[in-house]
């Protein structure tokens, strides 16, 4: 990120001297104002949405792209396909309200299938259900 800005700013300073320099020599004496402030405002336009793209890309991480689903333990532990849903949503670090707003169902539904993850997976918190969950194979 540090090494982004730094970059950008020598590129501002260096393209700003350019013009400067340009401006001196050529478009005071030929073109008008109005020309010379629309190059410069296409310019940094262009610059500020390449910035913006560049810093607001989102990164996708492959935790554990061999992952195989452990299915004995999860019908062991009783896990079912809604309760595994919302647990692969509490791993992705989700709350409850926007949880329940996914799977279009109440806040109280969620509620009810989180403490019953957290009973199932001998859990006392959102943290520690994906850790066990994740020892058991259940999540990547």
């Given at each position: 990120m540090l090494r982004t800005i730094l970059?950008?700013?020598?590129?501002?300073?260096?393209?700003?001297?350019v013009l400067k320099f340009i401006e001196y020599r050529y478009f005071l004496r030929d073109l008008s104002?109005?020309?010379y402030i629309s190059i410069i405002a296409?310019?940094?336009t262009g610059v500020g949405v390449w910035a913006g793209l560049k810093l607001t890309?989102?990164?996708?991480v492959l935790t554990n792209p061999n992952f195989q689903l452990n299915d004995k333990d999860l019908e062991r532990?009783?896990?079912?396909?809604?309760?595994?849903e919302v647990l692969q949503h509490i791993a992705q670090?989700?709350?409850n309200r926007e949880i329940a707003e996914k799977l279009f169902v109440s806040l109280n539904?969620?509620?009810s299938h989180s403490s019953n993850l957290f009973m199932k997976?001998?859990?006392?918190?959102?943290?520690q259900a994906v850790l066990r969950a994740k020892e058991h194979q259940i999540l990547p």
């Open positions: 970059l950008y700013g020598i590129t501002l300073a260096a393209l700003t001297g104002l109005e020309i296409t310019f940094f890309r989102k990164k996708v532990l009783g896990i079912s396909k809604r309760e595994y670090g989700l709350s539904t969620i509620k997976l001998n859990a006392r918190n959102r943290t």
